[in-house]
């Protein structure tokens, strides 16, 4: 949980991100390309889930609205059809959380593999101080 609130922390700290309309703005570490490079793959990756599930979240926006609309017309044909309507805004909720968990996993490797590059530019760092040393 650390980790990945390490994580979230790092990424807001990208003050000129293209999502708030300015520049990449990467972390300055040894290997700013690799580094911008999961800064991007993250943000993509974000808002790629965020766009889907906004787009179910708004097909289950106007479900409702039918249902609402057919409850209330109280005839038998609309009430029949709310059946198919719930049904369908059931499982728009089930690929809203597939979509939220799949975020998670993607996210973790980003987080993951972002340790990996920053443990081994630190160690790169730490043998060339060394080497300069002796």
């Not at 003050?15 to 490079?37: A, I, K, Q, R, Y």
Request: glycine share 2%; charged share 30%; with cysteine.
């Amino acid at each position: 949980m650390d980790d990945t609130l390490q994580a979230l922390k790092e990424l807001s700290n990208l003050s000129h991100h293209p999502l708030n309309g300015g520049e990449f703005n990467c972390l300055n570490d040894v290997d700013g390309e690799e580094e911008e490079e999961y800064d991007i793959e993250a943000w993509e990756t974000i808002t790629k889930c965020f766009r889907e599930v906004q787009s179910v979240l708004d097909q289950n926006r106007a479900l409702i609205q039918q249902v609402n609309e057919n409850h209330q017309s109280k005839l038998r044909d609309n009430l029949v059809k709310n059946v198919a309507l719930i049904r369908d805004i059931n499982s728009n909720i089930s690929k809203v959380s597939r979509l939220y968990s799949d975020l998670s996993v993607d996210f973790c490797n980003i987080v993951h593999r972002r340790r990996e590059l920053a443990l081994f530019e630190s160690k790169n760092r730490d043998d060339n101080v060394d080497t300069a040393e002796s």
